[in-house]
């Protein structure tokens, strides 16, 4: 069995001087750990769920909150990913891992549960329906507004879905590069090499060549996540060399500065790198009336939260500390254009609070929109990324909306009997893939049918869509399971079938 590891770094941290690293708490450490070995459709693994044990073990000698879970099927994993995200809060670091059977398919990677179905050639769609798009997973996170978030995917780099005699569907062979700004990826292997799991039939290691290096320097005091995968880098190396095989992990780093998971870095250390970021390090004693100068600066970075409406998009941004003015361009090139004002005041800072939305065309491509601030004393910080993805904001804000009123998905009506709509479905169905009902049943069992999403007009209903249904009259409740786009599931949610709206 071949292996990978992603490891995606990002989310906001503190900046601090390289002479002095000052340990900063997060609210809290949370973190998801998943391995599957038993699949029942593709070639089964031996070492996952060992390396989640081990990985679980770690991050909870490090004051994580651990959600543990192996060997998960399609649902399964959608739970966990659910509680993950519900026990989430602002300002959390947030672990997230998963050994198992990952897939590429157009750069895009998707994490297989256990009961993935086999897909043959031409058959993409299978993956797609029945996996979890590891991008999503990283989306999902960001906005609950952790401060630093680590991704790990342990995946294999073989096609899982191959079976002599047959045309296997077609992906890569690997996962995916996903780097972006605020990111820090390492890999178990460089492009084009294949990871080990064991270094041959007498390896008795538990793990996987790469996870048994990777948790022992994760584990070391006062490594910086470089550091981590530098030194992994160099034994994985190694080690695959005595056994003539090419591996070396590789890395790519995207962050300002250093994340340290495990401790304070040494002083004497922190003068070999750049500027330290440190994520939600274990929690020491503070001195006593430290100064300001010796307080660490935390960047002020903008969130965004897109809305898709009938004019264009609406981009609402956030900061943690007053602002006085906001300007923005969207593009690599051209001026920056300044939102102006509300006639509303900012008690913090006395003066006119800076309008905080960007308005952009309904059809405005792909593409990153830089802001920039001014602070209270009226000083420009330097342009801050956001990246615009039209198709991934629509599905976030749609499913914001629905989980947000999901007292609304249905609604009874008295008319020639009894009916059920579910119009507040369709108009946000672009969040949706699969919509499954039960009649007088708490278990879903019927697929409801939904028209395709329009992303040029993507809360209008086609005239030919059908939005209710007729119920016997004896129906007393409904339930409503939501399948969203990402490949995870809704609460099961029961109604009243009471055509006076009691629910």
């Not at 299978?126 to 630093?148: C, D, P, Q, W, Y």
């Not at 994520?279 to 307080?295: G, N």
């Not at 990324?385 to 499913?399: N, T, V, W, Y």
């Amino acid at each position: 069995m071949k292996r990978i590891l992603f490891l995606a770094v990002l989310g906001l941290a503190l900046s601090v001087s390289p002479a002095m690293v000052s340990p900063v708490m997060a609210q809290k450490r949370v973190a998801l750990v998943i391995g599957n070995d038993n699949y029942q459709n593709v070639s089964p693994l031996r070492k996952a769920a060992n390396d989640a044990d081990r990985v679980a073990k770690t991050l909870k000698g490090l004051g994580f909150q651990v959600i543990a879970a192996t060997n998960q099927d399609r649902r399964g994993m959608s739970n966990s990913l659910t509680a993950f995200e519900r026990a989430l809060g602002p300002g959390d670091t947030a672990f997230f891992f998963f050994a198992g059977h990952g897939f590429q398919i157009k750069g895009e990677n998707y994490l297989l549960p256990t009961d993935v179905p086999l897909a043959l050639d031409g058959e993409e769609e299978k993956v797609h329906e029945n996996s979890f798009l590891a991008r999503r997973i990283m989306e999902r996170v960001k906005t609950k507004g952790a401060r630093t978030t680590v991704v790990v995917l342990d995946a294999c780099r073989n096609n899982p879905f191959e079976r002599a005699g047959t045309r296997s569907v077609r992906g890569g062979g690997g996962l995916a590069a996903m780097s972006e700004d605020g990111a820090f990826v390492i890999y178990s292997a460089s492009e084009n090499q294949t990871a080990l799991d064991y270094t041959s039939d007498d390896d008795k290691d538990p793990n996987s060549v790469f996870t048994r290096f990777f948790v022992k320097e994760l584990e070391t005091p006062g490594l910086s996540l470089v550091q981590v995968a530098k030194r992994t880098q160099a034994n994985v190396t190694e080690l695959a060399r005595k056994y003539k095989h090419a591996q070396r992990p590789a890395y790519y780093d995207e962050i300002v500065g250093d994340v340290v998971l495990n401790g304070t870095l040494d002083p004497a250390k922190a003068k070999e790198t750049v500027p330290q970021q440190v994520a939600a390090v274990t929690p020491v004693q503070p001195s006593p009336l430290p100064s300001r100068r010796s307080e660490p600066e935390q960047l002020n970075a903008p969130l965004a939260s897109f809305m898709r409406h009938n004019g264009g998009w609406s981009v609402t941004l956030s900061f943690a500390d007053p602002v006085t003015a906001i300007s923005w361009r969207f593009g690599e090139s051209g001026n920056f254009k300044e939102t102006g004002h509300l006639n509303t005041l900012d008690p913090r800072t006395r003066k006119r609070m800076p309008n905080p939305s960007i308005q952009l065309d309904a059809d405005a491509p792909e593409g990153t929109i830089y802001v920039r601030y001014a602070d209270e004393r009226g000083q420009w910080a330097e342009p801050f990324p956001i990246k615009f993805d039209p198709a991934g904001a629509l599905e976030r804000s749609q499913r914001e909306i629905l989980e947000m009123t999901s007292s609304n998905w249905l609604s009874f009506r008295e008319f020639n009997g009894l009916m059920v709509y579910y119009t507040h479905l369709l108009s946000y169905r672009c969040a949706i893939r699969e919509v499954k009902i039960g009649i007088d049943s708490t278990v879903p069992d019927k697929k409801l049918a939904i028209p395709p999403c329009d992303p040029r007009d993507p809360s209008s209903i086609p005239n030919n869509a059908q939005s209710y249904m007729k119920l016997p009259a004896s129906t007393k409740v409904m339930s409503v399971e939501l399948t969203y786009r990402d490949g995870t599931t809704s609460e099961v949610k029961t109604f009243r079938a009471d055509p006076r709206g009691n629910r």
